[in-house]
């Protein structure tokens, strides 16, 4: 049974991995989310994609909006992750994401789950390419 739980090693934490996640990293857009994504050879981790959400105050003022944003935006990539992950399994790269959220209102789950799709599908098919 495939367990689609997120532990924290899927997590992006690392202020130095981040710096050059948005330093070096390509960027895609599917509204309302923005990713900006980095493949590394290295394999220092095991994990093969470490990924980060951020939904600006300047875009939603209150907190109860942003962790709301941020549980779907989370909820999305956890039970589509698996388009991405074939991908990088069969190109032997790992992969740096930081997905943020563009809007100013408030989005449904299923469009932020559409829009996770298109960008984790995007994602797949820069690994893929050689």
């Not at 202020?15 to 050059?20: D, S």
């Not at 990713?35 to 600006?56: I, K, N």
């Amino acid at each position: 049974m495939n367990r689609k739980t997120l532990p924290k090693s899927h997590r992006l934490c690392s202020t130095k991995a981040v710096e050059h996640l948005f330093s070096k990293g390509q960027s895609a857009i599917a509204y309302p989310l923005r990713a900006v994504y980095c493949f590394r050879e290295d394999s220092r981790t095991e994990v093969p994609a470490r990924f980060m959400l951020t939904v600006p105050k300047k875009k939603q003022r209150h907190a109860v909006d942003r962790v709301l944003l941020r549980r779907r935006m989370r909820e999305a990539y956890r039970l589509n992750r698996d388009i991405l992950f074939t991908s990088l399994a069969d190109s032997h790269l790992q992969c740096d994401m930081a997905f943020i959220y563009l809007s100013t209102h408030k989005s449904d789950y299923a469009t932020i789950e559409a829009s996770m799709k298109q960008l984790l599908d995007k994602i797949s098919k820069d690994a893929s390419q050689p």
